[in-house]
Structures are given as C-alpha cells and as structure tokens.
C-alpha cells in the first residue's frame, strides 16, 4: 500500500469517526478534511473545489430551493382535513401518511418530504387521537425508503449515477432505481405501520382521553409560598413527584451540597426534568409555577412547540444568547433535549438537532422568530385563515420531472423550474439562497474530491483485492450482497452521501474485477445507504422524529431491526432479479 493510499484512508477514517460523534459540526469536518486531502498530495490544487460546480451539488441546490416554495403551498392541507372527516381506521391514518411522505420524497430530498408532511400528520394524529409514537418514526422511515425510487430522491442517488456516468459515458435514467427502491418502499412502509402499533400501543384510556406519549422536558420553575414541594429533600422529588432535579437556586445563588440534604425553601427556583404532563400537574396545583408573562393576558398569546430543524441558526446556541426570540419578547419556557446535558442554568442549555422548543409570546412574533431561525413549528403559529392554493409551483416541478426522466440532465431541468418559479414571483431566489441548508451542501461538495481520490489514487482497488480474499466477488450476487451490507452497516453512523461517497469507487473495483457490469454494485451502495433504521443519529429525518416523538434510542432498534432485515433480503432478491 502506497503512502497516498495509507493517508487517505486514515484521513477518511477520522471523517466518519468526527461525522459519527457529532461533536464539531459536519461543515468544518468536511473543509478540513478537504484541505487536508491536498496536504497529502492527494489530489492537486485546482481541484480542491471542484466538488463545488459539481452536477450533483448543483442538481440538490436546486431541489432545496424548489422544495422551500412547495412547502408554503399547503397543498396537502386540504387533503389532510378530508381524511379526518371520513376518521379512518389508525392503520390507514399511518399508512396513508407514510405512503404520502414516500411518495414526496421520490421527487424531492428526504428532510424535505418529512418537514412538509408532518404538520399535516401531527394535525391528523390529534383529531384523531392517535398517539404520536404511532404516527412520527413511519413518516420519517417513509421518507428514507421513498427516496430509493427514483434519480432524485437523495443525493446518494445522484452521487452513484454520477460515478456510473464517470466509469461507463452514461448514468442511470430517472426511474432505474425503482425496480429495487418502488417494492422495497411499498413493502417497509407496511411493514412499520403493522409494527409501531405493537410496539407502542394506545393506552388504556377511553379514545376522548388518549394523548400523545409524555414527552421528557427540562424547565425552571418556582417553589411558591403554598408548594408542597416546600421541606422536601432534592433526593426524594424523583419518588413523590415524579421529577429529576438538577440544580437549585436560592437567591439567585446555586445550593450546592449532597441531594439528600439539600432541603426546598419557599421562594426557591428549581430545575428539573421529567414528563410535560407531571409538570401540567404541578403548575395546577401550584407546587411549582413559571414566571408570568407578560403578553399572558393579550389576545394574540401563544404557546407553541417548535423542533430545532438540521438547517436551523439555533444548532449550537444557548438559549440566552437567542436573541431572535428575546428582541421580540418570545419566551422559551421548556426544551425537550435529545441528548440532556444539564449544566448551569435552563437559559445556559445548548439546543441540538432535533431538540423541540416551547415558545411563549405573541403569536405573530413566534411565527416569525421561528421563520428566521428555520425552526419547523409542531403546530399552526398563525391563526386559522384561508388558504390560497397555488397548482403552478407543483405543475412546473413536475415539468422538471418529467423533462428529467425523458433524458434531460437533471441540474439543467431544474435549474429551469427555479428560473420559471422566480420568474413568476414564487421564489426570492436571494432569500431562499439565504435560507438554505448550507452545512449539508458544504459536507456534500467537500467529499467528493475525496471519493474520487479513492479510485486516482488506487485505494478502492486495494480495499476490493482485500476484500475478495474473504468474500467470493467472482460471482456477481457475493459482491453486491457484500456492498449492500457495507452500505446498510456504514450508514447508521454517517450521512448516506458520505457513504455513496466512499463505497462508490469500491463497488466499480468489485465490478471490474469480477468482470461484471457496474449498474447491480452502483444500485446496492445507493439503497444500502439510504435504509437507515437502526439509530435516531444516521440521517436527520430519524434525529427529528426521536425528539418530536419522544423516542428512546432502543426505540429505534426494536422497530428498525426487522424492516432492516426484511429491506436487505427484498433488495438483494430484486437486484438479482433486474440487475444480474
């Protein structure tokens, strides 16, 4: 192994660890990680950014900012409220929302399909009292398994048919991944709903009283005068009252000292943690209140839960440094965190991906804090008002799919959909620009002079000689059930385009030397890396729905490990079947 092999290797290999961990965000992994490239001599200066001008980046720019004007046309609103007229069974509430989210995502990004029908499931979840735990990880699931049908619904996609494009003169056409993605979505998406219900049934409660599952938040609040929280020792609030302390404040000065002999005082300030309805409770019965607000008694009050989106300007901040809230005087009054870290005060609490925000102001000042800041709101911020449906945004995104699937290249096809949108005043196109998921677009650029190092400089060969030491890749059906597992086992712990990014280059060396055709090995490093069902981290849809579902990290696991199972053998059959 030469010294330009050795160091890519290693250096992608502390990539995915950093991209894993989560600890630095994915954007300054990706650039020094591309620096680091040219440092190695892995590939020239003129091409550390060509990544950049790439078709793919630009094709999914492109769909972000066509995806933000589909998103405030509310199109499906009206469909939602004709399926809760006719109530409908739970079984066909959760597959027809997840069918819908999968059918969006085949046109359209992943988080994209998921941030747009979930207002519309949540919605349809409380009329018709059905439990969120029920309704939320299928949609998000859905969307992951929508985008293995078609060119365009993920970048993963793209990113194989770019290499193809690269080894042979053509990539693949727009609905080619459908023989393997179509049965495959149709089949988990059935498969989930059968098994959300099992795993988290409907409580006992007559119907008029089910609730969504308890949410796990963390709030400060006061001990009044009459509180019976009064006299209590810290260790014993878990017992008699249900909540975690963190921290106690007299006077605005921490009480430090064991938790057994840390005894509440009247007047003290406690922060907790425990179940939003516990807290309800004690609110009612006046053991621990909040602050009074002073935009309670308007007319426009609200309180509104809202998730902290990938995309968000609020990932990483404290929530006393949030002053797109404060300087319109919007309190956040509770966070539900993915991953509690309790240190200091509640205002000293970092937000994350996937965190859900309890807003308290005015209602118009919530809906445009939370616009800025690119937080999705759980529920309406703005009072209810007739909607005008527009079909034009929807009628030139299908032109743009069509124009694509007959054989125009997608990032010119949609580069005219965005033009016409501006055109007809549908899309700001320097607001929206503004508006975009940049960390991701920036991870997605900077990998790709990286995975083309992989085949320049001789490392995916290598790793394909290794590997068919152990593995039989002479026979076409071993090689692509050994990339499709690659793919399936590296994309829990990084993104899918990440790992198109990589296994790429190896799947084309498993191709050549068994002396195959490339299309079978490309197809199964793009559904591997998009069935992700097995941790809340590997892709943002899962991360969003752990928090606005109030998921445990084993949720993830018992749910996702059959439709793992299941879509691995259905892929591996039907590859067999179009593919061989």
Not at 193 to 199: K, N
């Amino acid at each position: 192994m030469s010294f330009e092999q050795a160091s890519l290797l290693i250096l992608l290999l502390a990539m995915l660890i950093l991209f894993s961990l989560g600890r630095i965000r994915i954007e300054v992994v990706s650039i020094a990680g591309l620096l680091a490239g040219h440092a190695l001599g892995l590939y020239p200066a003129d091409q550390i950014f060509t990544g950049f001008g790439s078709p793919v980046v630009i094709t999914v720019v492109e769909i972000l900012l066509i995806v933000q004007v589909l998103a405030r046309a509310k199109l499906f609103d009206s469909l939602a409220a004709r399926f809760s007229a006719a109530r409908p069974s739970n079984f066909k509430v959760i597959a027809g929302t997840s069918a819908l989210a999968g059918f969006i995502s085949i046109f359209m990004n992943n988080i994209g399909a998921f941030a747009i029908t979930l207002p519309v499931t949540l919605r349809l979840g409380t009329a018709l009292t059905i439990p969120r735990r029920q309704i939320v990880m299928p949609l998000s699931f859905a969307a992951l398994l929508g985008g293995l049908v078609s060119l365009i619904g993920t970048p993963a996609n793209l990113l194989v048919s770019d290499g193809l494009a690269k080894a042979t003169g053509t990539g693949f056409r727009f609905f080619d991944f459908a023989y393997v993605g179509l049965p495959v979505a149709i089949a988990g998406i059935l498969l989930i709903t059968f098994r959300v219900q099992r795993l988290f049934p409907e409580p006992d409660e007559a119907p008029a009283t089910v609730s969504p599952a308890v949410r796990r938040i963390v709030v400060e609040r006061r001990v009044p005068d009459v509180s019976p929280l009064i006299g209590v020792k810290l260790s014993d609030c878990s017992a008699r009252f249900g909540i975690k302390p963190h921290a106690l404040i007299r006077a605005d000065n921490f009480v430090f000292g064991p938790l057994d002999q840390s005894v509440i005082e009247a007047g003290d300030v406690l922060l907790a943690e425990g179940g939003d309805t516990i807290f309800a409770g004690l609110a009612a019965a006046q053991a621990l209140v909040a602050d009074i607000n002073p935009h309670g008694l308007q007319p426009d009050f609200a309180r509104v839960e809202s998730v902290v989106m990938p995309e968000s300007t609020l990932v990483g901040s404290r929530i006393r440094s949030l002053e797109v809230f404060h300087s319109r005087g919007v309190a956040v009054t509770a966070l539900s965190m993915r991953a509690p870290r309790i240190e200091g005060r509640f205002l000293d609490l970092q937000l994350s991906i996937g965190d859900i925000v309890t807003l308290e102001g005015p209602r118009m000042a919530i809906a445009e804090a939370l616009e800025e800041s690119e937080c999705l709101p759980l529920a309406p911020t703005t009072p209810a008002e007739p909607i005008l449906l527009s079909w034009r945004p929807f009628a030139l995104f299908a032109c743009g799919v069509a124009a694509s699937a007959a054989g125009l290249r997608p990032d010119i096809a949609f580069a005219c959909v965005v033009l016409v949108l501006a055109l007809l005043n549908h899309l700001n196109i320097r607001q929206a620009m503004a508006d975009l998921n940049w960390p991701i677009i920036i991870m997605l650029a900077a990998m790709i002079p990286l995975g083309q190092a992989m085949a320049t400089t001789g490392a995916a060969e290598t790793i394909a000689g290794w590997l068919s030491i152990v593995v039989p890749i002479a026979h076409p059906l071993a090689g692509i059930a050994l990339i499709l597992f690659l793919a399936m086992a590296l994309t829990p712990f990084v993104n899918n385009a990440t790992v198109a990014i990589v296994l790429t280059p190896i799947a084309l060396e498993f191709a050549k030397t068994g002396r195959h055709g490339p299309d079978a090995y490309l197809i199964a490093v793009a559904a591997g890396a998009s069935l992700d069902f097995l941790t809340p981290f590997g892709h943002h849809n899962n991360t969003l729905a752990m928090g606005i579902g109030g998921y445990r990290f084993g949720d993830f696991l018992r749910a996702g490990w059959p439709l793992t199972l299941a879509s691995y053998g259905l892929a591996l059959f039907l590859l067999a079947l179009f593919w061989l």
